[in-house]
């Protein structure tokens, strides 16, 4: 019962350590979103909300109206004034183009990713109001939808066109244009949820892993017991993530019309869950590692034989460096002899380590795999050169057979 609760509680332990760690920490979910201000789809999706409210303030056509009945008041002829009130469509084309192109240099700017990152970190607790219910922000959570306000990018578009020459820019109110960056119905389901794994995000890994060492340790068989906890708890990582890959699919395929970008979407919901998919793929290889550790060290026929070639490779590179006078005197002795204990005491140290690793990758477990087997080897090398000088040894002490 502690082995399987172990694998089912892994993957859930790792979405409360993201709860806690990534969404509802400022400093770290703020790194988290900084890159969307440099997403391609991030920002054609902000360069074309805040066109569209720039652009809901400029008529080229009631400027050129405007402009044919003044002239004409003037003297202007009938038929002069009708070509200019003509030309209100080139206007509209020359006013969006100049917004476009003005829009672009601003949202592709450092200035929008510097806004933007400000923006975050003062709407930090607009996020922990969707997740939890508590705070607010500049980011609005309203029925499940979650979005942005780019006021202040429209503020700015609107001081360029000004400065380009487009007066008419300056006549533009102050608007309160949002973003929308994520909309789900079931939102508020998951604040009791989310406020929960918030509370016991910090102790909820330590629990799990010490219901696991209680499994493995009352198992009749431990390693064997080891082996398939690593095991099972890889698949249930594996399965959260293929649901993920599924989640975001129908996300996708479900978009409300509030979400006006798909790719914006999509770049948002991959940005806010890379964390935790790293963290999956990095239990489910940490799993299989774990597992295929627990059968190596095992009775079998083929960690037998591998063993064995491992030892009859240090045995041979022992001999070829007693050959030449290279020896390790006491220190291989004393390998020999602790040579069990020294294994464990490394075992321990790497899981240490990996513990203490701040948010490990794969390439985090790959890297402690290959200290430890480096480690492991200088361990088996210092125990063959004990074994190749011990007959040698022997040799000079015991006293010929033909004197007794």
């Not at 994520?182 to 909820?204: M, P």
């Not at 395929?253 to 990095?282: G, I, K, N, W, Y």
């Not at 492991?376 to 007794?404: I, K, N, S």
């Amino acid at each position: 019962m502690l082995l399987v609760l172990t694998c089912v509680l892994v993957p859930v332990a790792l979405m409360a350590t993201w709860v806690h760690d990534i969404a509802l920490d400022t400093d770290r979910y703020v790194s988290t979103v900084a890159p969307l201000a440099t997403d391609p789809a991030v920002q054609n999706a902000a360069v074309h909300r805040v066109s569209e409210a720039v652009d809901a303030h400029v008529n080229g056509a009631q400027a050129a109206a405007d402009m044919a009945s003044w002239l004409r008041s003037q003297g202007l002829p009938p038929r002069a004034a009708d070509a200019i009130r003509g030309l209100g469509p080139q206007l509209d084309s020359a006013a969006d183009q100049a917004v476009t192109k003005i829009t672009t240099r601003v949202v592709e700017s450092d200035a929008f990713a510097t806004v933007w990152r400000t923006a975050n970190r003062a709407a930090h607790n607009a996020v922990v109001h969707a997740l939890t219910g508590q705070g607010r922000g500049a980011v609005g959570v309203s029925d499940g939808t979650v979005s942005l306000d780019v006021g202040t990018a429209v503020d700015r578009v609107k001081k360029e066109l000004v400065d380009a020459g487009l007066k008419a820019a300056d006549k533009i109110p102050q608007v309160n244009k949002e973003f929308v960056l994520f909309q789900s119905d079931q939102l508020a389901r998951y604040r009791k949820a989310a406020h929960l794994l918030d509370i016991v995000g910090n102790w909820f890994p330590v629990i799990v892993v010490v219901l696991g060492a209680a499994g493995v340790l009352l198992a009749r068989r431990r390693r064997r017991a080891l082996a398939r906890t690593a095991l099972g708890a890889s698949l249930a990582c594996l399965v959260v993530a293929v649901a993920l890959v599924v989640a975001r699919r129908y996300y996708l395929d479900h978009l409300p019309s509030q979400v006006q970008s798909e790719a914006a979407a999509a770049a948002v919901f991959d940005t806010l869950l890379r964390f935790l998919r790293v963290s999956l793929r990095t239990a489910v290889v940490l799993g299989v590692v774990i597992a295929l550790g627990a059968y190596l060290v095992g009775p079998g026929r083929l960690p037998v034989a591998i063993r064995g070639a491992s030892d009859h490779t240090a045995d041979s590179a022992a001999r070829w460096a007693a050959a030449r006078h290279i020896g390790t005197g006491g220190v291989g002795s004393w390998t020999l002899a602790h040579r069990r204990w020294l294994t464990l005491a490394a075992l321990l140290v790497i899981a240490f380590v990996f513990a203490l690793w701040n948010h490990p990758t794969v390439l985090t477990v790959l890297l402690l795999v290959l200290v430890l087997l480096g480690v492991l080897a200088l361990l088996a090398l210092l125990a063959a050169t004990a074994r190749v000088q011990l007959p040698a040894g022997r040799g000079r002490t015991r006293p010929p057979r033909d004197e007794h």
